[in-house]
């Protein structure tokens, strides 16, 4: 098999349907005039574009001829060459393609040769019909590459392990480790509330036959807070014999209406799940919806606490007004990201009933609880 055989631009039509452009020889050139190999049709291409070709080693190549309005790989101008891998997302001005090899997606249409000119909608900015990853992406919400660790959570005067946060991880080898890039990059693809299902969803289940009916904490997306799929699956693991006790973490920002959370409240209430309010003090605090809908626990944002031991007397002061509110109300208060002995005793001195943070336990494997 030649260099070029397997490989292909895939590109989006005005229907919506996805096209490819076969690369069948090199050098393989882009740009306006009828005599490239791929033509497109719009003001922001140069005559004489790109050229897509192999270099020294053989490996495939794109170099921009000097353009105008330039050649973008990952949304990043490149000047002169870049190597290319697949699933890399070009940009040839203001047409947008994504590299394909091994054939195209399902829905993909190929172009014959006498289809070889694009015609490209004018526009400002470079588009985002395709995220670099996206496959790989899928393959992480059907299950592969997923994992999880767990944190503990433990009493703030005596240390005894009172919980365990659920934490979501990758090992795909295709995607980043980091949960807030993937996050990012489902945000991109308008599919956040699902990785943060997958990841409750693995998690549990891995979780379930080691914990046996300790206290897991597990987070939840904005998006999904108030659906009846969390409900469900909510109420399916309740169902289940030595099911872990879960807490539900609502995030600060899905806290955003009395009326939504005391039904929030009631429905958790109803299947017997208990439920925390995550990052508080994070954005906006809330205290509205904390004095009418209390929730059983209260995690303060470690920003608001990080170094709390040496904090202006006007913060240190701030958090400690609003962790005696807190247990007024009845809620346990909880102070995430403690790192040093030092923080640990203000927040044990503010009235702080639990600590979380790698001074009291890092992540570790699900495996190892």
């Not at 996805?18 to 020889?25: A, C, M, W």
């Not at 890399?88 to 393609?97: K, L, P, S, T, Y």
């Not at 694009?118 to 400002?124: F, P, S």
């Not at 944190?151 to 080898?173: K, M, N, S, W």
Request: aromatic share 6%; net charge negative; hydrophobic share 45%.
């Amino acid at each position: 098999m030649s260099l070029t055989d397997a490989w292909y631009l895939e590109s989006i039509a005005a229907d919506g349907s996805h096209v490819t452009q076969p690369i069948r020889g090199l050098p393989f050139r882009v740009g306006r005039d009828t005599g490239n190999d791929l033509v497109v049709d719009a003001r922001g291409l140069s005559r004489l574009h790109a050229v897509i070709d192999a270099d020294a080693s053989g490996r495939l190549q794109v170099t921009d001829l000097g353009s105008t309005n330039g050649t973008f790989v990952n949304r990043e101008r490149i000047s002169g060459a870049r190597l290319l891998a697949g699933d890399d997302v070009i940009h040839f001005g203001n047409a947008e393609f994504r590299l394909g090899r091994d054939g195209g997606p399902g829905s993909a249409r190929p172009v014959g040769d006498g289809q070889r000119t694009m015609i490209v909608a004018a526009r400002r900015g470079l588009s985002r019909n395709f995220v670099r990853h996206e496959r790989e992406f899928m393959q992480l919400l059907g299950g592969q590459g997923i994992s999880a660790m767990v944190q503990p959570i433990v009493g703030a005067v005596d240390g005894q392990v009172f919980a365990y946060e659920l934490l979501g991880r990758c090992t795909h080898p295709e995607l980043p480790n980091s949960p807030t890039h993937l996050f990012q990059l489902a945000a991109m693809l308008g599919r956040e509330a699902e990785l943060s299902a997958a990841f409750r969803k693995f998690g549990v289940a891995q979780a379930a036959p080691r914990l046996k009916g300790a206290r897991l904490f597990v987070n939840t997306h904005p998006e999904e807070t108030f659906t009846d799929d969390l409900f469900d699956w909510l109420a399916h693991w309740r169902a289940q014999p030595d099911a872990p006790l879960l807490v539900v973490e609502v995030h600060e920002t899905a806290v955003v209406e009395v009326g939504a959370m005391r039904a929030l409240a009631a429905r958790l209430q109803g299947i017997g799940v208990l439920f925390a309010y995550d990052d508080f003090g994070a954005g906006q605090a809330r205290l509205r919806e904390l004095a009418e809908v209390p929730p059983h626990f209260v995690k303060f944002d470690m920003g608001l606490l990080h170094g709390i031991d040496q904090a202006p007397e006007g913060r240190q002061h701030m958090v400690r007004e609003l962790v005696r509110l807190v247990l007024d109300l009845g809620s346990v208060p909880l102070a995430e990201g403690i790192e040093t002995e030092a923080e640990a005793a203000v927040c044990r001195d503010m009235g702080f009933q639990l600590v979380q943070g790698y001074l009291t336990g890092r992540p570790v494997d699900i495996g190892s609880v």
